[in-house]
């Protein structure tokens, strides 16, 4: 859907400190051969005090501040994650929108995984449109991916999960970045590629080795072998052609042809998968991503496109005239698209 006043006026991100690959080899975590293929120099990984809702509401308040706006402009926080909230039996998207916007507005918790955040921007929208006496809303994003829910190292080949958090906010009034248009598809019919091979049960089984870690690996291969005979291949095609759909349709409604666009945000996939999943279906190449703080932090869930969006103005890359491609690709599998207009060029964000 085209856009005419819909824009982003704050970001802010926090990640903790980088691991480096090295580490995770010596530890027999990784493997060198693995860190080739993905390009990745490190993770970034939480620590004690780092927890999902915590490090949610430091980027809040970045972008808060980075906006300009004050909390009571806000009606609403959509809080996008993929993994543990950090507790079960209570509100993650309350909490947030208590810390964060002091109480205003309201909060609703948005679960599509990777793709949560960018999700986020086609809900927003329709809030905003539908409640003019508030003009602002915030996204946030966290994610943080321990041990025994998950391997960060190996849940997937040549990607490595990191953790952290993003955060935007969006505004019918203005914005250092127009929204000119955001395309969402979806393929519901490839869900059970994420849970071939295990069953749902009433509360986690972390003693079940079919289950935990998270081996996406392995259920893709059960759903490609009882589905697909085998063909992993026509699991991808299905897959490539809804990436495509997605960012053709953003970006012909943005006019725009993908390969004129400046900067192009995907998820914080390796290089190697980056290529195959991302880059040669869509006919780019990696120049135009920022290669640098992929391989820094790894993916870090639905925090990925916020958070890159974040580091090219931190990096000072971002200028007006200039257009972004965000892109999300999340489990289930939904891919948004959103392409940017930078109208100015965007004021440093405080750390």
């Known amino acids: 859907m085209r856009h005419d006043n819909l824009y982003i006026t704050g970001v802010g991100a926090w990640y903790p400190k980088p691991v480096p690959v090295e580490e995770a080899i010596e530890a027999g975590l990784y493997d060198d051969a693995t860190r080739r293929r993905s390009g990745q120099n490190s993770a970034a990984v939480a620590g004690d005090d780092d927890t999902q809702p915590v490090m949610a509401v430091r980027a809040g308040k970045l972008a808060l501040r980075h906006s300009g706006l004050e909390a009571d402009e806000f009606g609403l926080l959509l809080h996008a994650t993929g993994a543990f909230c950090g507790l079960d039996g209570w509100n993650v998207g309350s909490y947030l929108q208590q810390q964060v916007l002091d109480g205003n507005g309201l909060s609703v918790e948005v679960k599509q995984q990777s793709n949560g955040a960018m999700a986020a921007i086609e809900l927003a929208a329709a809030f905003l449109a539908g409640r003019p006496e508030r003009q602002a809303a915030m996204i946030t994003s966290s994610d943080r991916f321990e041990r025994p829910t998950w391997n960060r190292w190996r849940t997937y080949p040549g990607l490595v999960l990191g953790d952290g958090a993003s955060a935007a906010v969006l505004s019918r009034a203005g914005g250092f970045a127009r929204i000119a248009s955001v395309a969402t598809e979806s393929?519901?019919?490839?869900?059970?590629?994420?849970?071939?091979?295990?069953?749902?049960?009433?509360?986690?089984?972390?003693?079940?080795?079919?289950?935990?870690?998270?081996?996406?690996?392995?259920?893709?291969?059960?759903?490609?072998?009882?589905?697909?005979?085998?063909?992993?291949?026509?699991?991808?095609?299905?897959?490539?052609?809804?990436?495509?759909?997605?960012?053709?349709?953003?970006?012909?409604?943005?006019?725009?042809?993908?390969?004129?666009?400046?900067?192009?945000?995907?998820?914080?996939?390796?290089?190697?998968?980056?290529?195959?999943?991302?880059?040669?279906?869509?006919?780019?190449?990696?120049?135009?991503?920022?290669?640098?703080?992929?391989?820094?932090?790894?993916?870090?869930?639905?925090?990925?496109?916020?958070?890159?969006?974040?580091?090219?103005?931190?990096?000072?890359?971002?200028?007006?005239?200039?257009?972004?491609?965000?892109?999300?690709?999340?489990?289930?599998?939904?891919?948004?698209?959103?392409?940017?207009?930078?109208?100015?060029?965007?004021?440093?964000?405080?750390?």
Not at 227 to 235: A, D, K, L, T, W
Not at 309 to 326: K, N, S, T
């Open 187 to 351: 393929r519901s019919d490839l869900e059970r590629a994420q849970r071939a091979g295990v069953e749902f049960t009433p509360y986690p089984d972390f003693d079940d080795p079919k289950a935990y870690p998270v081996n996406l690996v392995d259920r893709m291969r059960a759903f490609v072998d009882e589905e697909h005979e085998g063909r992993i291949s026509e699991v991808f095609k299905r897959m490539n052609e809804a990436l495509i759909l997605s960012v053709g349709r953003a970006s012909e409604e943005a006019g725009v042809r993908p390969e004129d666009i400046d900067h192009l945000v995907f998820p914080n996939f390796g290089k190697t998968m980056l290529r195959q999943e991302v880059l040669t279906p869509l006919g780019l190449d990696e120049a135009r991503t920022p290669v640098e703080f992929v391989r820094e932090t790894g993916h870090v869930g639905a925090v990925d496109q916020f958070g890159g969006l974040e580091y090219l103005i931190r990096a000072g890359r971002l200028e007006a005239g200039q257009r972004v491609l965000l892109c999300g690709i999340g489990l289930g599998f939904n891919w948004t698209s959103a392409v940017l207009e930078i109208d100015r060029t965007p004021a440093p964000v405080a750390g």
